[in-house]
């Protein structure tokens, strides 16, 4: 197989913030890539770049230096609607508060990238039932935000994610809102898309959360820390070991 | 996103906040009812104006003798009879573009009819009097000309005095008296209906010019054959002004006034009247019409103030959008949607309650019901236009807002 084009490629990639207390850089020339089929966990306390990072490669935010390409595409040369395109039919988002409309069902907010994608109806229902049995909520497509709990709220927001296919999938503390379990859940959730092909970035600054990834990138004040591959921490497994009656060890997930 | 689709989206929004748009929407809805019931209001009484005055007759001028100076002390118009049968043949056949001249000398009587009597106005004249009004016979016939000349003791009679004296009886042949002497009605007018003054137009009795001098109003208009008011209707509006004039001189000459003297008739350009009642009707029916205008207005701009509220409410919902790959557009124009959607739903009740209004006013202030179409279409548009134009600004803070910290807004 030759090399396929990285999902996301940066190089000297920067934003600076010129606020009335001066110039802030929130990131430094960081050159980095990210190869189709990687699951990757960006870490950093905050205040250090990686919500930044997250906005420019999210195509939220534009770059003040420096090049970022996703599938690519440079994104510095795209105007707003070439920005809106590229968040539509290549990224898919999950936010830690989920972000449903409260008004319409999950089907319905599922279906919402696919609007802006001038799909039709009958296409976007089709494809928003099979997103939901993806994430394993088939049954519950014709519910409100309101009537599912955090972890199937959060299921939701990850059909929504995938259902315009994009090449990579970027979540934001995904985990942030939910218990411990649920969390597990929803990280086991990522890896076997992750095993279905589907590239993912989780940007936490949970260790908990980016041991479940393949590949770490650090941020601090800034700068690219460090970028490292370990072995990832199975969380179905983890799962299966606390529905165990057995006297488990207290700390999930070592199971491997 | 189909515009259908888009529609539902909004409707869908709107009813999340029942009470708050039904709020919102009640601005509206007064203010397109008060438009629609203004104008209807407006035209109405403007319509009232024009159909008195085509109930007048065109081009007319009226020349009132008098306002003669006896030992200093001016008497004013009517005062004394200067005007003659002579004069008003003069006038028609002197005067440009008079196409009719008719002397009128008017009284009040009694009439008496069997049983009945009813008092009403005596109008002395001959057939150019039915031509300079416009005033076609019903029933029977109009005076000969044999009859004029010979002063017979006949009379036409207006539909009023043919109800009140007549009653069910066919009034036509029918002998009646006025002080005594016994009339024939020969013919009945056609309906004419109020004045511009909210006189009875109707309410009249017409007997030819020399039976009346002589056998109702007196001696003093049979000795001289004078009249008191001669009516000139002339071929067009441009044609009275100057022969107003014409008509002066030529009345001055006829009765030998000196340059010092003043004149002994005064002329008065009725159509000049006329216009001058149509266009205070306009300008009624324009401010009436401001003032529904501004309380549209003032709906507006509570649909402006509704959708900056939703939209700051409903900021998260904006990132997540923009988010998913709607661009700037995407988002104004569902913000635009939704403000033209309430503002349509109010217009809409405000129309049906405008209509019921105006119908109901109409109704009770005995007018003409004048609700166009025109009115309707135009309140519609209106009221789209209020939301798309008190919508935009609400809109554009939504579609410029940045995701990044609207996803961050709680």
């Given at each position: 197989?030759?090399?396929?084009i990285p999902?996301?490629?940066?190089?000297?990639?920067?934003?600076?913030?010129?606020?009335?207390?001066?110039?802030?850089?929130?990131?430094?020339?960081?050159?980095l890539?990210?190869?189709?089929?990687?699951l990757?966990?960006?870490m950093?306390?905050?205040?250090?770049?990686?919500?930044?990072?997250?906005?420019?490669?999210?195509?939220?935010?534009?770059p003040?230096?420096?090049?970022?390409?996703?599938d690519?595409?440079a994104v510095?040369?795209?105007?707003g609607?070439g920005?809106?395109?590229?968040?539509?039919?290549?990224?898919?988002?999950?936010?830690?508060?989920?972000?449903?409309l409260?008004?319409?069902?999950?089907?319905?907010?599922?279906?919402?990238?696919?609007?802006?994608?001038?799909?039709?109806?009958r296409?976007?229902?089709?494809?928003?039932l099979?997103?939901?049995?993806?994430?394993g909520?088939?049954?519950?497509?014709?519910?409100?935000?309101?009537q599912l709990?955090?972890?199937?709220?959060?299921?939701?927001?990850?059909?929504?994610?995938l259902?315009?296919?994009?090449?990579?999938?970027?979540?934001?503390?995904?985990?942030g809102?939910?218990?411990?379990r649920?969390?597990?859940e929803?990280?086991g959730?990522?890896?076997?898309?992750?095993?279905?092909?589907v590239?993912?970035?989780?940007?936490?600054?949970?260790?908990e959360?980016?041991?479940?990834?393949?590949?770490?990138?650090?941020?601090?004040?800034?700068r690219?820390?460090?970028d490292?591959?370990?072995?990832?921490a199975?969380?179905?497994?983890?799962?299966?070991?606390?529905?165990?009656?057995a006297?488990?060890?207290a700390?999930?997930?070592?199971?491997? | 996103?189909?515009?259908?689709?888009?529609?539902?989206?909004a409707?869908s929004?709107?009813?999340a906040?029942?009470?708050?748009?039904?709020l919102t929407?009640?601005?509206?809805?007064?203010?397109v009812?008060?438009?629609?019931?203004m104008?209807?209001?407006g035209?109405?009484?403007r319509?009232?104006?024009?159909?008195?005055?085509?109930s007048?007759?065109?081009?007319?001028?009226?020349?009132q003798?008098?306002?003669?100076?006896?030992?200093?002390?001016?008497l004013?118009?009517g005062a004394?009879s200067t005007?003659?049968?002579?004069?008003?043949r003069?006038?028609?056949?002197?005067?440009?573009?008079?196409?009719?001249?008719a002397?009128v000398?008017?009284?009040?009587a009694?009439?008496?009819?069997a049983?009945?009597?009813?008092?009403?106005?005596?109008t002395?004249?001959?057939?150019?009097f039915?031509t300079?009004?416009?005033?076609?016979?019903?029933?029977?016939?109009?005076?000969?000309?044999?009859?004029?000349?010979r002063?017979?003791?006949?009379?036409v009679?207006?539909?009023?005095?043919?109800?009140?004296?007549f009653?069910?009886t066919?009034?036509?042949?029918q002998?009646?008296?006025?002080r005594?002497v016994?009339f024939?009605?020969?013919?009945?007018m056609?309906?004419k209906?109020?004045?511009?003054?909210?006189q009875?137009?109707?309410?009249?009795i017409?007997?030819?010019?020399d039976?009346?001098r002589?056998?109702?109003v007196?001696?003093n208009?049979?000795?001289?054959?004078?009249v008191?008011?001669?009516?000139?209707?002339?071929?067009?509006e441009?044609?009275?002004?100057?022969?107003i004039e014409?008509i002066?001189?030529?009345?001055?000459?006829?009765?030998?006034?000196g340059?010092?003297?003043?004149?002994d008739?005064?002329v008065?350009?009725?159509t000049e009247?006329?216009?001058?009642?149509?266009q205070?009707a306009?300008?009624?029916?324009?401010?009436?019409a401001?003032?529904?205008?501004?309380?549209l207005l003032?709906?507006?701009?509570?649909?402006?103030?509704i959708m900056?509220?939703?939209?700051?409410?409903?900021?998260?919902?904006?990132?997540?959008?923009?988010?998913?790959?709607?661009r700037?557009?995407?988002?104004?124009?569902?913000?635009?949607?939704?403000?033209?959607?309430?503002?349509?739903?109010?217009?809409a009740?405000?129309?049906?309650?405008?209509?019921?209004a105006?119908?109901?006013?109409a109704?009770?202030?005995?007018?003409p019901?004048?609700?166009s179409v025109?009115?309707?279409?135009?309140?519609v548009?209106?009221s789209g236009?209020?939301?798309?134009?008190?919508?935009?600004?609400?809109?554009r803070?939504?579609a410029?807002?940045?995701p990044?910290?609207?996803?961050?807004r709680?």
């Amino acid at each position: 197989m030759e090399a396929a084009i990285p999902v996301i490629e940066t190089r000297d990639l920067s934003r600076v913030y010129d606020l009335d207390s001066g110039r802030v850089t929130a990131l430094d020339r960081v050159s980095l890539a990210i190869e189709p089929g990687e699951l990757v966990a960006v870490m950093g306390p905050s205040g250090s770049g990686k919500s930044t990072f997250m906005n420019l490669i999210g195509c939220l935010d534009r770059p003040t230096g420096g090049h970022c390409r996703i599938d690519g595409v440079a994104v510095e040369t795209l105007d707003g609607d070439g920005l809106a395109a590229i968040r539509n039919r290549k990224l898919g988002f999950v936010f830690q508060q989920f972000n449903l409309l409260p008004r319409v069902d999950a089907c319905d907010n599922v279906a919402l990238p696919m609007v802006y994608a001038g799909i039709d109806g009958r296409t976007r229902r089709m494809r928003a039932l099979a997103a939901l049995a993806r994430v394993g909520l088939a049954e519950r497509a014709h519910h409100r935000p309101v009537q599912l709990s955090g972890g199937q709220q959060q299921r939701v927001a990850i059909a929504r994610a995938l259902v315009n296919a994009p090449r990579l999938l970027l979540a934001d503390e995904p985990t942030g809102a939910l218990d411990s379990r649920t969390a597990l859940e929803i990280l086991g959730l990522f890896q076997e898309l992750n095993r279905d092909g589907v590239t993912v970035v989780l940007v936490t600054h949970d260790a908990e959360v980016a041991r479940h990834a393949r590949r770490v990138i650090r941020f601090r004040d800034g700068r690219l820390l460090s970028d490292t591959r370990q072995e990832a921490a199975d969380a179905r497994a983890a799962l299966a070991a606390l529905d165990k009656p057995a006297p488990a060890p207290a700390t999930a997930g070592v199971a491997a | 996103m189909s515009l259908l689709e888009a529609v539902r989206s909004a409707l869908s929004a709107i009813g999340a906040n029942a009470l708050r748009s039904a709020l919102t929407m009640l601005g509206i809805i007064i203010g397109v009812a008060a438009v629609i019931a203004m104008v209807a209001i407006g035209s109405g009484a403007r319509e009232r104006v024009t159909s008195q005055i085509k109930s007048l007759g065109a081009n007319l001028a009226i020349i009132q003798s008098g306002n003669v100076t006896q030992g200093g002390v001016r008497l004013g118009a009517g005062a004394s009879s200067t005007l003659t049968d002579e004069d008003s043949r003069a006038i028609l056949k002197e005067v440009e573009d008079v196409v009719a001249a008719a002397p009128v000398i008017v009284t009040r009587a009694q009439a008496i009819f069997a049983g009945s009597n009813w008092s009403t106005q005596i109008t002395a004249t001959d057939l150019d009097f039915f031509t300079a009004r416009e005033w076609s016979i019903g029933e029977g016939r109009l005076f000969e000309p044999e009859e004029l000349r010979r002063g017979e003791i006949v009379a036409v009679i207006g539909q009023t005095v043919a109800r009140n004296l007549f009653g069910d009886t066919d009034p036509i042949d029918q002998q009646f008296r006025i002080r005594n002497v016994p009339f024939k009605v020969i013919g009945v007018m056609a309906p004419k209906g109020q004045s511009a003054l909210g006189q009875d137009q109707d309410d009249v009795i017409f007997v030819p010019l020399d039976t009346g001098r002589r056998r109702i109003v007196g001696r003093n208009y049979a000795r001289d054959a004078s009249v008191q008011t001669i009516m000139v209707k002339f071929a067009s509006e441009e044609a009275i002004n100057p022969g107003i004039e014409q008509i002066r001189a030529l009345l001055r000459q006829r009765h030998r006034l000196g340059d010092e003297q003043d004149d002994d008739f005064a002329v008065r350009n009725l159509t000049e009247i006329a216009n001058t009642a149509t266009q205070a009707a306009t300008t009624l029916s324009w401010l009436l019409a401001a003032v529904a205008g501004v309380s549209l207005l003032v709906g507006g701009i509570g649909i402006m103030n509704i959708m900056l509220v939703s939209v700051t409410e409903r900021t998260r919902e904006i990132g997540l959008r923009l988010a998913v790959g709607a661009r700037q557009r995407d988002i104004l124009a569902q913000f635009l949607i939704e403000a033209t959607t309430l503002a349509t739903i109010g217009g809409a009740v405000g129309i049906a309650l405008g209509v019921a209004a105006a119908l109901s006013i109409a109704s009770i202030a005995g007018w003409p019901s004048v609700v166009s179409v025109d009115t309707i279409l135009i309140a519609v548009g209106v009221s789209g236009m209020i939301g798309v134009f008190f919508g935009f600004y609400p809109a554009r803070q939504a579609a410029r807002l940045d995701p990044i910290e609207a996803l961050r807004r709680e």
